[in-house]
């Protein structure tokens, strides 16, 4: 008997023995759980399919079919990596930042569960049961997946992951079902709890990564969780917050772009880095996105390695039915910004196309711009554009435009198509156009006519300098008008025989684009206060507008309420607002059929009523399919979904007017439903290209304590002023 109890009790050590020798304390294992975003919901693109370190390592937490995986064994983490038919998600770039950071004997492994649409519920084994019971069949599908228990299957992966590696911490991207949930933070704590406990881990050594929603900046739906969120190490000492500032989302409000998800796996991977005592170096994201209004643009970027300050920026415009990538490949532009030590951006034009005669895509470059300047301290008097084809074109149109933002032009295959003219309030503007003698598409014959007029108005030499088989290429002959105003050139490179695209050999486009615009800068106050319709007269009375058309304003945020192209109401800055390709931003008063209320007609920027599908349109403050307001006004012209729901108490209070909808018997702030319990005050006024309105705007806190602040009423460091206009004691002040 003691004989056989001492070989069983030999066997068990042995095995005891052999596990642990399985265990490699240079495999570092994270532990990942939550919704769609930590399982993935963007198609993975060409870039995240190859390359993957075999040192980056997924466990199966679920059978796959395609790519043939079984649960519980490794494989190198190409994704999908949660399960079959997600996507890229947050633990890619994590697992692939983190191997790129760390010695070559250290692998990363990564064991995720994670369900689209679920609570942090899903996670709580005492209420998950019921909480699927109330859930739509998609959902208990997701769920079927992990027999129910999303929480036991990450244990039981867990601890298969314990015989091979070293639990190191944990991530969590999860709370868009539990938007803004206050005791959010105390049900994350019973997961991570239960998970130290049931792991036999040390809290100490395992910290928990939680990653924020979509930003506000970024059209979050549920940017107000991050508030939430950002409590977690109030009630959770060993974790940290992962922003999501400056991350792109799909447009959805929820999900990430596929370049989101790069950004924020990075991000993961450079905390739990630093906390070993490594400060990783994470490569500039290769897009990025700005809001113009309503709408959220993209673009590409490359920015070299060791910027430096006050570099510039060069922007570079795809052609019709091409798009920022392509422009981008045909360019070929990276390495002589890594000597150059410029930033190059390649925006997304909508439908793959411009805007070359209207404010839209205009004010996208110009966001581009304050952008880049913000984030990398670009230098906003060396800016250049550039476009290829109808990005030429665009090119063109901006010389009209913009000239006071654009330090020189650099369109290829493109220009005006009819009717060129010159802005005479334009500056004299450098220009290097490139074109092939044999383009099929943008004949090279008109390409005179377009720099007759520029070369008038810049007051060149008549009669151009002229290069043949210009820097040995037989093929390139260069023609330079100069001695113009300011010391301006224009320049053409003709190209032999090429055809419609960008020629790169012998003479590189881009090299040469480079070469002429670097020489240029123009002097331009920052913060850039842009041109366009300001508030001017200001009423302080319904009686006192009578009939006259006026816009509603917002002065302390700087915002007009406006009518966007989809018949939505915005509420948007003044650049975004009063453009001309909106809706309409100006509305007049009509007597409604409630005693002492008003409608609110809107008017086009022609001065035109607006109407849609025949009908008038009102701004009306409540929907009930969305939490909007619409420029509509069906039936009696009492609102669309429902009766006086386009009907307003409008008083004056304050210095400002309230917005009462009788429907709601609420206040209306923003373009959202009219559902505030206070009233906020709208300023109705006239517009002026001329208005000052800088030393009048009404702040919410006090701005007359010998401070300084910005244009937007947050207070400066003075020892940190850039040279710029700014406010102090109410009164615009400017910095040199």
Same mark, same amino acid.
């Given at each position: 008997?003691?004989?056989?109890?001492?070989?069983?009790?030999?066997?068990?050590?042995?095995?005891?023995?052999?596990?642990?020798?399985?265990?490699?304390?240079?495999?570092?294992?994270?532990?990942?759980?939550?919704?769609?975003?930590?399982?993935?919901?963007?198609?993975?693109?060409?870039?995240?399919?190859?390359?993957?370190?075999?040192?980056?390592?997924?466990?199966?937490?679920?059978?796959?079919?395609?790519?043939?995986?079984?649960?519980?064994?490794?494989?190198?983490?190409?994704?999908?990596?949660?399960?079959?038919?997600?996507?890229?998600?947050?633990?890619?770039?994590?697992?692939?930042?983190?191997?790129? #950071?760390? *010695?070559?004997?250290?692998? !990363?492994?990564?064991?995720?569960? &994670?369900?689209?649409?679920?609570? $942090? /519920? @899903?996670? =709580?084994?005492?209420?998950?049961?019921?909480?699927?019971?109330?859930?739509?069949?998609?959902?208990?599908?997701?769920?079927?997946?992990?027999? #129910?228990? *999303?929480?036991?299957?990450? !244990?039981?992966?867990?601890?298969? &992951?314990?015989?091979?590696?070293? $639990? /190191? @911490?944990? =991530?969590?991207?999860?709370?868009?079902?539990?938007?803004?949930?206050?005791?959010?933070?105390?049900?994350?704590?019973?997961?991570?709890?239960?998970?130290?406990?049931?792991?036999?881990?040390?809290?100490?050594?395992?910290?928990?990564?939680?990653?924020?929603?979509?930003?506000?900046?970024?059209?979050?739906?549920?940017?107000?969780?991050?508030?939430?969120?950002?409590?977690?190490?109030?009630?959770?000492?060993?974790?940290?917050?992962?922003?999501?500032?400056?991350?792109?989302?799909?447009?959805?409000?929820?999900?990430?772009?596929?370049?989101?998800?790069?950004?924020?796996?990075?991000?993961?991977?450079?905390?739990?880095?630093?906390?070993?005592?490594?400060?990783?170096?994470?490569?500039?994201?290769?897009?990025?996105?700005?809001?113009?209004?309503?709408?959220?643009?993209?673009?590409?970027?490359?920015?070299?390695?060791?910027?430096?300050?006050?570099?510039?920026?060069?922007?570079?415009?795809?052609?019709?039915?091409?798009?920022?990538?392509?422009?981008?490949?045909?360019?070929?532009?990276?390495?002589?910004?890594?000597?150059?030590?410029?930033?190059?951006?390649?925006?997304?034009?909508?439908?793959?196309?411009?805007?070359?005669?209207?404010?839209?895509?205009?004010?996208?470059?110009?966001?581009?711009?304050?952008?880049?300047?913000?984030?990398?301290?670009?230098?906003?008097?060396?800016?250049?554009?550039?476009?290829?084809?109808?990005?030429?074109?665009?090119?063109?149109?901006?010389?009209?435009?913009?000239?006071?933002?654009?330090?020189?032009?650099?369109?290829?295959?493109?220009?005006?198509?009819?009717?060129?003219?010159?802005?005479?309030?334009?500056?004299?503007?450098?220009?290097?156009?490139?074109?092939?003698?044999?383009?099929?598409?943008?004949?090279?014959?008109?390409?005179?006519?377009?720099?007759?007029?520029?070369?008038?108005?810049?007051?060149?030499?008549?009669?151009?300098?002229?290069?043949?088989?210009?820097?040995?290429?037989?093929?390139?002959?260069?023609?330079?008008?100069?001695?113009?105003?300011?010391?301006?050139?224009?320049?053409?490179?003709?190209?032999?025989?090429?055809?419609?695209?960008?020629?790169?050999?012998?003479?590189?486009?881009?090299?040469?684009?480079?070469?002429?615009?670097?020489?240029?800068?123009?002097?331009?106050?920052?913060?850039?206060?842009?041109?366009?319709?300001?508030?001017?007269?200001?009423?302080?009375?319904?009686?006192?507008?009578?009939?006259?058309?006026?816009?509603?304003?917002?002065?302390?945020?700087?915002?007009?309420?406006?009518?966007?192209?989809?018949?939505?109401?915005?509420?948007?800055?003044?650049?975004?607002?009063?453009?001309?390709?909106?809706?309409?931003?100006?509305?007049?008063?009509?007597?409604?059929?409630?005693?002492?209320?008003?409608?609110?007609?809107?008017?086009?920027?022609?001065?035109?009523?607006?109407?849609?599908?025949?009908?008038?349109?009102?701004?009306?403050?409540?929907?009930?399919?969305?939490?909007?307001?619409?420029?509509?006004?069906?039936?009696?012209?009492?609102?669309?979904?429902?009766?006086?729901?386009?009907?307003?108490?409008?008083?004056?209070?304050?210095?400002?007017?309230?917005?009462?909808?009788?429907?709601?018997?609420?206040?209306?702030?923003?373009?959202?439903?009219?559902?505030?319990?206070?009233?906020?005050?709208?300023?109705?006024?006239?517009?002026?290209?001329?208005?000052?309105?800088?030393?009048?705007?009404?702040?919410?806190?006090?701005?007359?304590?010998?401070?300084?602040?910005?244009?937007?009423?947050?207070?400066?460091?003075?020892?940190?002023?850039?040279?710029?206009?700014?406010?102090?004691?109410?009164?615009?002040?400017?910095?040199?």
């Amino acid at each position: 008997m003691k004989k056989t109890l001492l070989i069983a009790g030999l066997m068990i050590m042995t095995r005891f023995l052999t596990a642990s020798a399985d265990v490699d304390p240079n495999f570092y294992v994270y532990l990942c759980f939550g919704q769609s975003n930590m399982e993935g919901n963007a198609t993975p693109e060409a870039q995240d399919m190859t390359g993957v370190d075999d040192r980056f390592q997924m466990l199966a937490c679920v059978d796959f079919q395609n790519p043939v995986r079984k649960m519980g064994e490794w494989y190198t983490a190409t994704p999908p990596i949660v399960r079959q038919g997600t996507g890229l998600g947050m633990a890619d770039y994590f697992g692939r930042t983190m191997v790129a #950071n760390l *010695p070559q004997d250290i692998k !990363v492994g990564v064991v995720d569960v &994670a369900i689209g649409g679920t609570s $942090i /519920k @899903g996670f =709580l084994q005492e209420e998950v049961a019921d909480y699927i019971k109330g859930e739509a069949d998609w959902f208990k599908g997701y769920m079927a997946a992990y027999d #129910n228990g *999303p929480y036991k299957r990450l !244990v039981d992966m867990a601890k298969i &992951a314990q015989k091979s590696g070293v $639990i /190191k @911490g944990i =991530l969590l991207h999860q709370g868009e079902t539990d938007n803004c949930q206050t005791d959010w933070p105390q049900k994350v704590k019973k997961v991570y709890d239960r998970l130290i406990a049931d792991l036999g881990l040390n809290a100490a050594d395992i910290p928990l990564f939680v990653g924020e929603t979509v930003s506000q900046a970024a059209g979050g739906a549920c940017w107000g969780h991050n508030a939430v969120i950002a409590k977690v190490p109030e009630v959770i000492p060993n974790s940290y917050v992962i922003s999501s500032s400056d991350c792109p989302q799909k447009g959805d409000g929820l999900h990430f772009t596929a370049q989101g998800y790069r950004m924020m796996g990075a991000r993961y991977a450079q905390k739990a880095l630093k906390l070993m005592g490594i400060e990783a170096e994470i490569p500039e994201p290769m897009a990025g996105s700005v809001k113009v209004g309503s709408t959220e643009r993209t673009y590409l970027q490359y920015v070299p390695k060791q910027l430096g300050s006050k570099r510039p920026l060069l922007i570079s415009c795809h052609g019709m039915n091409q798009d920022a990538p392509y422009q981008k490949g045909m360019l070929k532009i990276e390495s002589i910004a890594d000597t150059a030590k410029f930033v190059t951006v390649f925006p997304q034009g909508e439908n793959n196309s411009w805007d070359i005669s209207g404010r839209k895509d205009i004010n996208f470059i110009l966001k581009i711009i304050d952008k880049m300047v913000e984030q990398y301290d670009i230098d906003p008097g060396r800016v250049y554009l550039s476009g290829f084809s109808m990005g030429g074109m665009f090119t063109y149109h901006a010389m009209n435009v913009i000239a006071d933002r654009i330090a020189a032009f650099a369109p290829i295959s493109g220009y005006t198509m009819s009717g060129v003219t010159a802005n005479p309030n334009s500056r004299a503007v450098p220009i290097i156009h490139t074109h092939g003698t044999s383009d099929g598409v943008v004949p090279f014959e008109n390409v005179q006519n377009n720099l007759n007029v520029w070369i008038s108005h810049n007051h060149c030499d008549a009669t151009p300098v002229v290069t043949k088989s210009y820097r040995g290429a037989s093929h390139i002959t260069r023609h330079v008008w100069g001695n113009g105003d300011n010391g301006v050139e224009v320049v053409l490179m003709e190209l032999a025989g090429k055809d419609h695209f960008v020629s790169n050999d012998v003479v590189v486009t881009g090299d040469e684009i480079w070469n002429f615009c670097k020489k240029y800068s123009i002097e331009v106050e920052w913060p850039y206060v842009a041109p366009g319709l300001k508030p001017d007269k200001k009423y302080k009375s319904l009686q006192e507008i009578g009939n006259t058309a006026f816009a509603i304003v917002n002065e302390a945020e700087g915002k007009a309420l406006f009518g966007s192209n989809n018949q939505n109401l915005d509420y948007q800055d003044y650049e975004t607002a009063f453009n001309d390709g909106n809706s309409g931003y100006l509305f007049k008063l009509e007597e409604s059929e409630v005693s002492g209320c008003y409608l609110l007609r809107l008017y086009t920027p022609d001065g035109a009523p607006y109407s849609i599908w025949g009908n008038k349109g009102y701004l009306n403050g409540f929907s009930t399919v969305a939490d909007c307001s619409f420029i509509l006004g069906l039936g009696k012209q009492n609102g669309q979904d429902v009766e006086n729901g386009a009907v307003w108490e409008i008083n004056y209070v304050d210095n400002g007017f309230t917005l009462k909808n009788k429907y709601t018997g609420k206040y209306l702030h923003n373009a959202l439903s009219a559902k505030y319990n206070e009233p906020v005050s709208f300023t109705f006024c006239t517009l002026s290209e001329t208005a000052t309105g800088i030393n009048t705007i009404s702040y919410t806190h006090d701005i007359s304590d010998n401070a300084i602040y910005d244009l937007n009423g947050r207070r400066v460091n003075e020892s940190t002023l850039r040279p710029g206009i700014y406010i102090k004691n109410r009164k615009k002040i400017v910095i040199k």
